[in-house]
Each structure stands twice: as structure tokens, then as C-alpha cells.
């Protein structure tokens, strides 16, 4: 079925550990997003991509890199990973008009 | 800056009745406006949208809101409550250009037999 999908679903790090989420979309979407859900807070953007080649951050982007590695894919790395940086992840893409298509999420705990 | 106020955490219904989530926006250009459900351990799906079209959007699963901009809102109704509307709902605000959707705090409904 044609959508976005990200893996992992579950992960547990250790503070201090790195780590990357991966995301890919075939539904040919120029731009792509990393949200982050915490409980009361809604979805918080920390990264986008309005198309290939190019990114920019959103509103909680520290402690996160991202990659564009091609229309597919984006990816989202933490490399030290903090006990605050537990949360739900969520990948999303979208096409002009369409609305936002959005994965199953990561939830990642930091221990 | 665009923004979203959602009244109300958490909402609770008798099954059959009207739902009513409150959305209110804040935009200084005219706003594309969406509703999200997401069910327990899910990810999100699109209800509907606004996008400078009609004012009154119907969607899927029997729900509908109506673009005020007097009012500034875009409120999300169902005549009818079901078991399975019970969910956390999300409004969402952009504009026209831009790659950045932001989103309220959400509103958990809650139907009850």
C-alpha cells in the first residue's frame, strides 16, 4: 500500500547512545517532515524537507540532524541521545494540495 | 506566525449525541486549515481540510467543520456520536507556500454507551 513508512516502531536507548530513524514515501512527495508528539503538547516540527537536496529546521530542531538522501527517503539521527528526547516520532510527506500523509511512528524511550 | 488553540483536552459524549471540538486559529494571511484523528498507537489521518474553497467541509467518517472568519475558528461536528469516533483529534493551520503545518494540543474524546 502506497504510504510512508518508518522504522523502527520501538526503540530503547541509553543517554548518550546515537541513533537513526528512517522514513521513505512512494508516493512521489516533494517534501518531507520529522514531528515530535509529547503528552498535552501536540505535534512539534523539528525538521523539513521542501524537496530534494534541501532542509531546514523547525521549531525544536536541537539535538537532531537529518538527511535528504533522496525523494524517498529522510532520515532523522540523534547523536546523543537525551532522556527528553523521549517521545513518539512521526515521518510525514506531502504533495502539493493533498495534505500531509503521515507514518505509524517510532516510539523511542532514553533511559 | 500562524497558531492553534484547541478548547478543551479532553471531551466526553453519550453515543448518538452531537460531538463538538473547538479550533481556533490565528493567522495574519488566509489559513489552510486541517483536521487529524489518531486512534490509540496510531499515526494520524486526515479528516478534512480547508483550502480557500467552501466554507462548510465535509470528511470522512460522517464529520464536517465550517471556516468562520469573523470568528476565526474551524470547528469539527458529528451529529451522531459513535463508539468508534473515540480518538484524539488534531487541528492543524498553514498558508499557502508554506512547507510548515502547526498543530494544536489536541482534544481526546471520550463516547460513553
Redesign the interface.
Known sequence: NAGVTQTPKFQVLKTGQSMTLQCAQDMNHNSMYWYRQDPGMGLRLIYYSASEGTTDKGEVPNGYNVSRLNKREFSLRLESAAPSQTSVYFCASNGAGVGYTFGSGTRLTVV | AQSVTQLG?HVSVSEGALVLLRCNYSSSVPPYL?W?VQYP??????LL?Y?SAATLVKGINGFEAEFKKSETSFHLTKPSAHMSDAAEY?CAVTRAGS????????TKLSVIP
Do not use: A, E, I, R
Open positions: 483536552s486541517f487529524y498507537n496510531q499515526g494520524l489521518q486526515l481540510k483550502t488534531f512547507y510548515q503545518l502547526t498543530f494544536g494540543k489536541g
